[in-house]
T-cell receptor, first 115, second 109 residues
Framework: NAGVMQNPRHLVRRRGQEARLRCSPMKGHSHVYWYRQLPEEGLKFMVYLQKENIIDESGMPKERFSAEFPKEGPSILRIQQVVRGDSAAYFC?????????????FGSGTRLTVV | EDKVVQSPLSLVVHEGDTVTLNCSYEVTNFRSLLWYKQEKKAPTFLFMLTSSGIEKKSGRLSSILDKKELFSILNITATQTGDSAVYLCAVEGNEKLTFGTGTRLTIIP
């Protein structure tokens, strides 16, 4: 049973380009969460999705950022027209319905560098 | 706004020492408090606490929650160099986790 899979592991984009980050949750998990970790800071919640639904996007910047979790395929976090301040590690976590006793399972993250 | 505060921000001790990491929180609709260890990559799960006063233990690590005073501690006894990491505290409320900034623990051989 593979864990949460994120790709790519590292992504370099020039300012103004688009970044697409993918997250495949654990088998049987239908809830996906995206977090951003800026250098020397804690993880900050961005968005919570279930299949085909955005449940809570209160942590998403209002512009340039979007997320989806389609019926088939991975969850995608999309950042348009990236800027240097978007450079961070983006982590995805998944859980089955409700928080299980072992907590959320995190992927290894995608490290985005904007040059 | 939900808030999680960890202290100290960083801690340097010698191998064999015992350390206590602190986490205080303010969160709406508290559901659970979780501790994670983060080395280079993804946070790895340590403990999930939902009830006050019940200690959870795993080897040299233990943790306890006080829901009245809104804090938790993580203890590590007989520390080893492999314990060097950032320890993150997170609180679940309103179906999302709020993380503290972490405590960076460094163990000197």
């Amino acid at each position: 049973n593979a864990g949460v899979m994120q790709n790519p592991r590292h992504l370099v984009r020039r300012r103004g380009q688009e970044a697409r980050l993918r997250c495949s949750p654990m088998k049987g998990h239908s809830h996906v969460y995206w977090y951003r970790q800026l250098p020397e800071e804690g993880l900050k919640f961005m968005v919570y999705l279930q299949k085909e639904n955005i449940i809570d996007e209160s942590g998403m910047p209002k512009e340039r950022f979007s997320a989806e979790f389609p019926k088939e395929g991975p969850s995608i976090l999309r950042i348009q027209q990236v800027v240097r301040g978007d450079s961070a590690a983006y982590f995805c976590a998944s859980s089955p319905q409700g928080a299980p006793n072992y907590g959320y399972t995190f992927g290894s993250g995608t490290r985005l560098t904007v040059v | 706004e939900d808030k999680v505060v960890q202290s100290p921000l960083s801690l340097v001790v010698h191998e064999g020492d015992t350390v206590t990491l602190n986490c205080s929180y303010e969160v709406t609709n508290f559901r659970s408090l979780l501790w994670y260890k983060q080395e280079k990559k993804a946070p790895t799960f340590l403990f999930m606490l939902t009830s006050s006063g019940i200690e959870k233990k795993s080897g040299r690590l233990s943790s306890i929650l006080d829901k009245k005073e809104l804090f938790s501690i993580l203890n590590i006894t007989a520390t080893q160099t492999g314990d060097s990491a950032v320890y993150l505290c997170a609180v679940e409320g309103n179906e999302k986790l709020t993380f503290g900034t972490g405590t960076r623990l460094t163990i000197i051989p």
